[in-house]
């Protein structure tokens, strides 16, 4: 079982930054989860944003947030990040950190149905 708190979400004035903290605690040792964000805009589906492996290595969903956005993760402290920059007012929305065992998304890190770890969410709203 694995638990994600995600933090850092508040209001931002567009062209501003802020930066996303999930933590992951786990009674497991196995930590080679695949961790990654996804978002949801008001009357919007969710959607995938940016997912990390344990190596580091990194992908993006949306051409939109690409130079924009980093994901980046500390193995050591359980933690994934998503630093937002340049924000819009399309940014606004109800970010969830969600993790899944590298095998079971390796193939499709995007894939919502495959993630069975989900936090509350954090809330992002992009406004003056």
């Known amino acids: 079982q694995v638990t994600l708190v995600e933090s850092g979400g508040g209001t931002v004035p567009p062209g501003g930054s802020i930066r996303l903290t999930c933590v992951a605690s786990?009674?497991?040792?196995?930590?080679?989860?695949?961790m990654t964000w996804f978002r949801q805009a008001p009357g919007k589906q969710r959607e995938g944003v940016a997912a990390i492996f344990i190596d580091g290595s990194s992908y993006y969903a949306l051409d939109s947030v690409k130079g924009r956005f980093k994901i980046s993760r500390d193995n050591f402290k359980n933690a994934a990040y998503l630093d937002m920059g340049s924000l819009r007012a399309s940014d606004t929305a109800m970010y969830y950190c969600a993790a899944a065992p590298t095998r079971w998304v390796s193939l499709e890190p995007f894939r919502e149905s495959k993630y069975p770890y989900w936090g509350q969410g954090t809330q992002v709203t992009v406004s003056f």
């Open positions: 786990s009674s497991e040792s196995n930590r080679d989860v695949v």
